[in-house]
């Protein structure tokens, strides 16, 4: 039986967008603790912490995220760790956003002049407090458009878990268009859906950057 | 040297609310030579700015060669034929060599064969004694260089009027010279000139009439001997004090 | 963990990556020039001094960068048939990717023409160089510079990016892996090695466009 696309199917791709939200928000919440190690690691002066590191990042940035979710699907029965669907997506997507937010922070930490550091050690600070109290707020400040313009591919990068079974925005969507054959109007709900949750994103990145630019 | 060159009639410029020119009236005859003067934010960089349409005005006309500048960007493409312009910063592009700079407008422009375009850029070249230097990139020359390319380079597309926009004032003391000679030099060979400059030798060896201008306004012309000798206006003298004595 | 690890299926199927590498490749290459030269239109089309054409380039670049390239593929490869646009897998690929590249060089490069001193401009056009020219002539080799290693690293995520391609069964590299592992069910291992071959093309990418770079902005600058 052919169904039109109607308000039902809408509400079922809205449904799937609840998956999207939830994985976006844990990847960026683990990725994020996860990452800020790496990033530490990059930049401390421990050599083989900042080779690590940069290997780290390397693999994440140098292949496709769609291969890392497979890699991590079928490799975490290997190690013995059996879990549902969405926590292996959870997983992939997770390790994916360190490696980009590592890079990301990286480059906000060093972006904070070298005399931050010097005075904080001149008045006796140990690297935690320097860290916690000197560096890292400011490199906070200096992270931020970055950081969020990747929360907007972090959502994007949600629809990759359609193509592992997941029904998520993307999939609800496949799903639809498959019974109603109106792939067209399907397609681009989808998608206006994603802009609605990314644009706000977007804005909010560049608004960011602006005022980090006016401040100089 | 009677024909009219440059006419500027109740010239009138706005920055949003800031009035920067008022009311400017000036005449600029052929081959005549003029400094202009006057403390930063007197609107002199503007005026020159405005004769080769790289400023819009607001009100008042400006008749460069019989060429009207008139409102929408008319005949801009005639005058900035006719002018050429050197500025404070250089302004040569990075990736091209001194040749290139100097060769690029002329072949765009006139449409001459590279050839041609060649021989023109080392003949401006030389006269700037810079020729040895014409294959290499801007960041390899010095200031002084640097600017005296800029001159090659306005040279290269035959201007009647030539406009210097502080041409010194981004250059090390020991490259001022240079400049300016280069620029003595070119005076001498009878172009139109309208240097805005505060380097008052210069001025007094090469200008026909020197302009102080203050606030937008043209406070004062007169020939060097008598601008520097028996200044007329208040404000003048006391700029005057000021660069002279320091 | 007592799983064997099991290679030999995969490397006796080297034939089949290597097609689906140079597939890869090949999509890139192509997406990535024609992103280049519709991206620096859009650019124009951006910074142009006639609002509707500004306006029409900012909503195809936010709508492009800000919806998924799964779904873009979708939409083309399934969507456009209803308006008579019927393409197979391997144009749709190239034409989804070339119109989602484009939208991200378009900004990626209209930084980089912000970048340029306005000096630049002033002297270009001082020199009596119409609008064009200057831009053509004098902004563009410098700001193009100027963005060069943001450029490389957004193709490079555009090379990664055509694994989803095989989504609609464009037969690219991830398509040849899927290939094995249907035939061999050797998944972790096919996707293990997948990785490592695009881990091997991103760097070769990376090293490719900046040695272009090197050449091509060989001018030096302060």
Known sequence: MIRTFGFPELLFILDGAKWTVLMSLAAFLFGGLLGLLVALARTSKIRPARFLALCYIQLFQGTPLLIQLFIVYFGLPIIGIRVELWLALITGLSLHASGFLAEIWRGSIQAVPEGQTEAARALGLGYISRMRDVVLPQAFRISLPATVGFMVNLVKGTALAALLGLTELTRAGQLMSNITFEPLKVYATVGLVYFAICLPLTLVSSRLERRLNARG | MSQTTIHMNDVNKWFGTMHVLRDINLTVNKGEHLVLCGPSGSGKSTLIRCINALEEIQGGTIEVNGNVLGKKGANVDHVRRDVGMVFQQFNLFPHLTVLQNCMLAPRRIHRISEAEAKDKAMHFLEQVHIAEHGHKYPAQLSGGQQQRVAIARALCMGPQIMLFDEPTSALDPEMVKEVLDTMVGLADQGITMICVTHEMGFARAVAHRVIFMDRGEIIETAPPTEFFGNPQHERTRAFLSQILNH | MNYTFDFTPIFQA??????????????????????????????ALRMAPLAPLRAFAIGYIELVRNTPFLVQVFFIYFGMPELGLRLNAMEAAILTMTLNCSAYIAEIVRSGVESIRPGQIEAGKALGLSTPDVYRFIVFRPAIRAVYPSLCSQFVLMMLNTSLVASISAQELTYAAQMIDNRTFRSFEVYFVLGAIYLVLSQLFSVGLSMIGRVYFSYPTK
């Open chain 3, 14 to 43: 080297w034939g089949l990556l290597a097609q689906g590498a140079w597939a890869t490749v090949y999509i890139s290459a192509i997406s990535m020039a024609l992103g280049l030269v519709f991206g620096i239109v859009l650019t």
